[in-house]
């Protein structure tokens, strides 16, 4: 039995589009769960690039929406909102965190992020 596995690419236009449609789609991707050979266990040959990232329809209230990260510190706590995220790392960021929010928290995810391009 011979098993070839070609990487697949795919490009997502999120012009217009909101977050988090845009980030389901690619996690559903990254993950390989569109094709009927998805295994839990295996990252799926594929690469995700989701383009015109900075022209999102991002809502105002999800403006107010906060991304937080902790270095395991005490007081290590950082909050920011996603308004603020946005013009001092790029909305790239914003999405590429949206998306690795989707993802399984296990070994994997950190594999399947190598996976994602997002440009503005």
């Not at 990487?7 to 094709?35: F, H, M, P, S, W």
């Not at 690039?49 to 005490?74: R, V």
Request: aromatic share 4%; charged share 30%.
């Amino acid at each position: 039995m011979n098993t070839v596995t070609e990487n697949r690419e795919y490009v997502i236009d999120a012009a217009g589009k909101r977050l988090g449609r845009v980030a389901t789609e690619a996690a559903t991707l990254l993950q390989g769960k569109d094709k009927p050979d998805f295994v839990r266990h295996l990252v799926a040959p594929v690469t995700v690039k989701i383009t015109n990232a900075s022209k999102l329809d991002i809502l105002d209230k999800k403006k107010e929406d906060i991304y937080q990260s902790y270095s395991g510190y005490p007081g290590g706590r950082r909050v920011e909102t996603l308004e603020h995220l946005g013009e001092r790392r790029g909305y790239s960021e914003v999405v590429r965190r949206t998306v690795e929010g989707m993802l399984p928290k296990n070994k994997l995810q950190k594999l399947m992020m190598h996976n994602l391009e997002v440009t503005e």
